[in-house]
């Protein structure tokens, strides 16, 4: 059997608990197990407590059907931070789940990811090393959009642009090339719709995960 880490089981018991609240059909803890084929009862408590513990969820004692979304959460929604994105030379962005950030946005949660950056080349557009930028794979691109883009695998973060019936990938920095992918090779991943850094650190809900 393939190892999986438990930042993913816990992510998938989450959604799975999320969706049958908001059809308003609580599980149980054993329908947990059951639905990810657990051999015990406590491991799918444990993932459940976890997620108490995170925030995630709350816990309505005495009651075995008592999990439910907290209101800031069920208002809002959380985007996993699923890895690091170039901005600067191409390089695979690391889909590895290191927490979750609260976002405000009316579209569904799957649509939007955050993605830490690496590197300067769109510094003059206000996206420094180490930020995050929240991303829209639902939404229409236009010219001038900050986008996540992937070329041949490999993703990086640049301003979209057409020249000459041709996509082009500009760096918001002098130091760097315009960047000019063959339309089979490109993929635009979504839109960044926002910005957020962090001057002392970031806790992201969850980041215990890979720990």
Do not use: C, W
Request: glycine letters at 10%; aromatic letters at 6%; hydrophobic letters at 40%.
């Amino acid at each position: 059997m393939a190892y999986t880490k438990p930042g993913v089981t816990r992510n998938r018991i989450y959604q799975f608990v999320r969706k049958r609240l908001l059809d308003g059909e609580p599980p149980t803890v054993r329908e947990v197990q059951a639905a990810f084929h657990m051999r015990a009862v406590q491991s799918a408590k444990s993932h459940l407590d976890a997620l108490v513990k995170e925030g995630r969820l709350i816990k309505v004692p005495g009651k075995s059907r008592g999990y439910r979304l907290p209101a800031a959460i069920h208002s809002s929604q959380l985007a996993p931070i699923i890895g690091r994105v170039p901005a600067g030379p191409f390089n695979i962005a690391i889909e590895d789940i290191e927490g979750y950030i609260p976002v405000q946005s009316s579209t569904e949660e799957h649509t939007i990811f955050g993605l830490r950056v690496s590197g300067d080349s769109m510094t003059d557009a206000g996206i420094m090393d180490g930020d995050i930028v929240l991303v829209r794979t639902s939404s229409e691109i236009h010219p001038g959009d900050i986008v996540v883009a992937m070329v041949d695998g490999e993703t990086t973060v640049k301003e979209f642009r057409r020249a000459n019936g041709q996509v082009q990938l500009q760096p918001r920095n002098t130091a760097y090339p315009i960047l000019s992918p063959a339309p089979e090779d490109l993929t635009i991943v979504g839109k960044v719709i926002e910005v957020r850094r962090y001057l002392e650190g970031i806790s992201l809900i969850g980041e215990q995960l890979n720990g």
